[in-house]
C-alpha cells in the first residue's frame, strides 16, 4: 500500500529512520509531503532574496519569488530597503513583470493603477468617476511583505510575521558567512544579474548535495579530473572539516590533505589581505587562510559555493568568487535555480572579471560542475517515483543510506569556531541534520 497521505505517525516514522541513519526515498516525489513544505517550512521560515548590492540607488528594483509568492523589492527615495506582494490590489495582476530596474511608481498593466515606493496607491484611472472621492485609497496600497531584514548584504523575507530575528535564525553560521561576505570594509557585490534556469528534481536533493555530500565529488565530478580542472586525488573532497550548525544549516571547509597551501586565502589578490587582518578574527583568519573551496547549506533552500580556480600561472590565473543560489520548489519534481556571483567589491576589476568568467564556465547554467550536477539530481527523482519506492511495505525496503561517519568519525575536540566540527568533509552528519530539521519543522504545530 502507498502512501496517499502524511500524518503525524508516518513523520515520527521517518524523524526515527533519521535518527538510525536511514531516509526514506518517497519523501523526494509524494505530493503529500510538498504540499506539507509549502505550508510548515517555505512560508513559515526566512527566505533568501537578493543582495543590497542590487538595489543600490533610490529606485532601483529587483522581482523575485517565494515558492509561489511574487515579491518585489525595492529601495526607496530615503535608501530603505522595502518588500512587498507583487500583486496589484485592484485584482490581483503581478504588478511588475519585469526582473530588474530603477522607476519611482509601477503602474498595473491590467487597470492602470499605480503605487509609488512607499507602495501607496496614488493613481487611479477616472477614480472619481468611477469609485467616487470617498474611497479611501490608503485601505488599497501595496500588501507588505512581513518581515525582511538583512544581514552583511544578504537580503532575507519571510511570510510569517512572527518569526524569530534573522540572527537568531541564522545562528552559528553568520560567523562563516562574515568570512565569505564581511572579509573586507565594503563587502561583496552581485556581479552580472542572477542567472536562473529549471532542473527537474525535488529541492531537497540539491540542497542536501551542496549542503552535505562532498562524497559526490570523486564520481560525479570525475569528468572535471581527466579536463586537469580537478586535482587528481581521488580523496581530494575529503580534506578538511564538515560542521554542523544550529537549525538545519551545514557547511563543509575543503582543505588540501596536508592543511597547506601555496595560495592562501582562496587566491584572493593580496592587496585585500590587509582587510582580512582588519576585519576577521584570528581564528576566522586561521581557517580562511588554508581553506580551497567552502560549500553548504543554509536551511531550508540557500546553498552556496567558493571556491578557487587556476593554478596562478600566466595561463591560468587565479580565480576566486562567492556563489549563492536558491532552489525554489515549482513542484515536488521540479525547481527553479536561481543563482549569484558575488565578488570583493575592491577587488583589481582585472581579478572580478576573470572570477565572473570562471563562475559561467563552472557553475553557471551550462557549467561543467552544474550540468554534471544537474543530470544526477535528475536520475534521483526519476528514480523516486515508482510503486517500490512508494510503497510502506517494509518487503521493498525503499530507504536510502545515510550512514557515512555514523559513530565511527568523531567530533573535533578544539574547534575554534561555532556548530559541531569533524575532521573531514566525507560525512553524513549534515545531511542527517539537516532531515532531522526538515521533519521537525513539518511536526511543528
Known amino acids: 500500500m502507498a502512501y496517499t497521505t502524511v500524518d503525524t505517525t508516518a513523520l515520527k516514522d521517518i524523524k526515527e529512520k533519521i535518527r538510525t541513519g536511514v531516509l526514506p526515498q518517497w519523501v523526494f516525489s509524494n505530493p503529500e509531503i510538498y504540499e506539507l513544505e509549502l505550508e510548515k517550512i517555505f512560508a513559515k521560515t526566512w527566505n533568501f532574496i537578493g543582495h543590497e548590492s542590487e538595489i543600490r540607488h533610490p529606485g532601483d528594483f529587483v522581482t ?16 530603505q530597503i522595502r518588500g512587498y506582494l507583487n500583486s496589484c490590489t485592484h ?70 510575521p512572527d518569526v524569530e530575528p534573522l540572527e537568531e535564525f541564522l545562528g552559528g553560521m553568520k560567523w562563516f558567512f562574515d568570512i565569505m561576505l564581511g572579509r573586507t570594509t565594503n563587502g561583496l557585490e552581485v556581479r552580472g544579474v542572477p542567472h536562473r534556469w529549471t532542473i527537474r528534481t525535488n529541492w531537497k536533493i ?5 549542503g552535505g555530500d562532498p562524497y559526490h565529488v570523486a564520481m560525479t565530478h570525475r569528468s572535471t579530473v581527466e579536463l586537469g580542472i580537478s586535482p587528481q586525488d581521488p580523496l581530494y573532497a575529503s580534506y578538511g572539516y564538515q560542521v554542523v550548525l544550529e537549525n538545519g544549516h551545514g557547511i563543509n571547509l575543503c582543505t588540501t590533505k596536508d592543511g597547506t597551501t601555496k595560495h592562501p586565502y582562496q587566491g584572493l589578490p593580496e592587496e585585500l589581505w590587509p582587510e582580512f587582518e582588519k576585519n576577521l578574527s584570528p581564528e576566522q583568519r586561521e581557517i580562511f587562510y588554508r581553506t580551497v573551496v567552502i560549500v553548504g547549506t543554509c536551511f531550508p533552500n540557500l546553498s552556496f559555493v567558493s571556491p ?46 576573470a572570477s565572473y568568467r570562471s ?27 515508482g510503486f517500490m519506492i512508494q510503497n510502506k511495505d517494509v518487503h521493498f ?11 565511527r568519525v568523531e567530533p573535533v575536540a578544539e574547534w575554534p569556531g561555532p556548530g559541531t566540527a569533524y575532521p573531514t568533509c566525507w560525512l553524513d552528519a549534515i545531511s542527517r541534520s539537516f532531515y532531522e530539521h526538515w521533519v521537525d519543522q513539518l511536526l511543528a504545530e
Not at 65 to 77: A, E, G, K, S
Not at 206 to 210: G, I, P, R, T, V
Not at 362 to 372: A, I, K, R, V, Y
Open 64 to 79: 523575485r519569488w517565494i515558492v509561489n509568492d511574487p515579491i518585489l523589492l525595492l529601495r526607496d527615495q530615503e535608501g
Open 91 to 160: 485584482r490581483g495582476a503581478q504588478l511588475c513583470v519585469a526582473d530588474c530596474g530603477n522607476q519611482k511608481t509601477f503602474t498595473c498593466p491590467y487597470h492602470g493603477w499605480t503605487f509609488n515606493q512607499n507602495g501607496d496607491l496614488i493613481g487611479i484611472i477616472a477614480g472619481n468617476k468611477v469609485y467616487g472621492e470617498e474611497l479611501d485609497r490608503s485601505q488599497w496600497a501595496l500588501r507588505k511583505i512581513p518581515r525582511v531584514e538583512t544581514y552583511r548584504g544578504m537580503i532575507f523575507a519571510s511570510l510569517n
Open 206 to 210: 540539491s540542497a542536501d548535495n551542496f
Open 308 to 353: 578557487m580556480h587556476g593554478t596562478g600561472g600566466p595561463e591560468e590565473p587565479l580565480t576566486s568568487f562567492v556563489n549563492f543560489r536558491t532552489w525554489r520548489p515549482l513542484a515536488s519534481d521540479l525547481i527553479e535555480v536561481c543563482s549569484w556571483c558575488m565578488v570583493d567589491k575592491d577587488a583589481p576589476e582585472e581579478f572580478k572579471e
Open 359 to 385: 563562475y559561467v564556465g563552472s557553475f553557471g547554467p551550462g557549467g561543467t560542475l552544474e550540468q554534471d550536477d544537474g543530470e544526477i539530481w535528475t536520475r534521483v527523482e526519476d528514480a523516486s517515483k
Open 397 to 407: 525496503n525503499n530507504v536510502l543510506n545515510y550512514l557515512m561517519g555514523m559513530g
